[in-house]
């Protein structure tokens, strides 16, 4: 939505149509049949596999700190492309991230997951249709120290996650749950389930990627050079990062409350000196 009101009505007008940001076709006929079969082993995968003690599990202040950089989109692909299993460019996001955040972290990295949102809008679905989103948790595997074999393990885990429909059924257990009303003035079981999974422990940052304008961009008749987003953090999840690609290139913003975290700054550049580390391993 948010990138259908940039390209609408910030941006100049343009013959290019908005992107279909977390657009997919629509599922075919019987392809949600057995998913409450399945539930258990998403639910194991998405919520049994807590990590180490956060290092983001702080109070936050209104105090708000950013720093960002940019890496080239088409580079991302042909990272992805020169694996031997299909390897998104969402993996390899991820991927130069969680070597930045061992750079940065140090020897002793714990073990940290990352929650991905991920949009289930489908192409066909008509403009009345409410959000539709939901997640999967990825451990982040900080404790290996060769790139590619950190690329693969997270595209591993990605690729088990779609196949098994995680996201959807993760939607559907929330929105089925959500329905149950509580008793005897009980914490509902929706309230006691949004603990756990927003819990410092199920994971620790949150790491987000949005498809922006594949073309040129501008505004009042001036070219946008460059598309960066940043996101709030939450509480217990003192650091957000978010990634929005434009063109050719990928926007990466870091946001942290300086009080809980310092030396942002610090995470964007190890962040990207992991990518030209992941580039030059993958030659």
Not at 17 to 37: D, E, F, I, K, N
Not at 56 to 79: C, M, N, Q, S, Y
Request: with cysteine; hydrophobic share 40%; proline share 7%.
């Amino acid at each position: 939505a948010g990138m259908r009101f940039l390209q609408d009505t910030v941006a100049d007008p343009s013959e290019h149509p908005a992107s279909s940001v977390g657009m997919r076709p629509a599922p075919a006929s019987g392809t949600h049949r057995g998913l409450w079969q399945r539930l258990p082993a998403a639910i194991g995968r998405e919520l049994g596999r807590p990590g180490s003690r956060s290092p983001f599990d702080r109070a936050l202040t209104a105090h708000r700190e950013l720093a960002f950089t940019t890496v080239p989109l088409g580079a991302l692909k042909a990272i992805g492309a020169s694996r031997p299993r299909r390897t998104t460019v969402n993996d390899v996001l991820m991927a130069i991230v969680s070597g930045g955040l061992r750079s940065w972290l140090g020897a002793s990295a714990p073990r940290l997951r990352a929650q991905i949102p991920v949009s289930l809008h489908h192409r066909d679905d008509g403009p009345a249709v409410g959000n539709r989103d939901s997640f999967m948790n990825v451990d982040l595997e900080l404790r290996a120290s060769d790139p590619l074999i950190r690329l693969d393990r997270i595209s591993a885990q990605t690729r088990a996650a779609k196949q098994a429909d995680d996201a959807e059924l993760m939607y559907d257990l929330m929105h089925a749950i959500g329905q149950l009303h509580p008793l005897g003035g009980l914490p509902s079981v929706s309230a006691m389930l949004e603990r756990v999974e927003s819990s410092a422990r199920e994971f620790s940052v949150a790491i987000s990627n949005v498809p922006g304008p594949r073309s040129e961009l501008s505004v009042t008749g001036r070219r946008v050079a460059q598309l960066v987003s940043a996101s709030e953090p939450g509480m217990h999840h003192a650091l957000r990062i978010a990634a929005i690609s434009h063109g050719d290139s990928l926007g990466i913003g870091f946001c942290t409350d300086p009080t809980a975290v310092s030396d942002i700054a610090g995470l964007a550049d190890a962040v990207e000196k992991a990518y030209r580390e992941l580039q030059q391993a993958s030659r």
